[in-house]
């Protein structure tokens, strides 16, 4: 189990909250996914062989956020 933090601009809300977290924590091989607003920041804990990096940065993209790492 991999676990990450990525910094993602552009979150300010729980409804900000609800939909990186339901979108990504529907991917297969995501076990959790936490936004903390303050810190800008989502940490995901996923299996690199189920799900990759990039799948995650591009769901939370497809959300209207933007990924800086």
Do not use: P, W
């Amino acid at each position: 189990m991999d676990k990450i933090t990525l910094q993602v601009d552009g979150m300010s809300c729980g409804h900000c909250v609800k939909a990186v977290e339901g979108s990504v924590g529907k991917l297969q091989g995501v076990s959790a996914v936490k936004v903390n607003l303050e810190a800008a920041t989502v940490d995901v804990e996923f299996n690199d062989k189920e799900v990759t990096l990039d799948q995650i940065k591009e769901t939370i993209d497809d959300q209207g956020y933007d990924v800086r790492s």
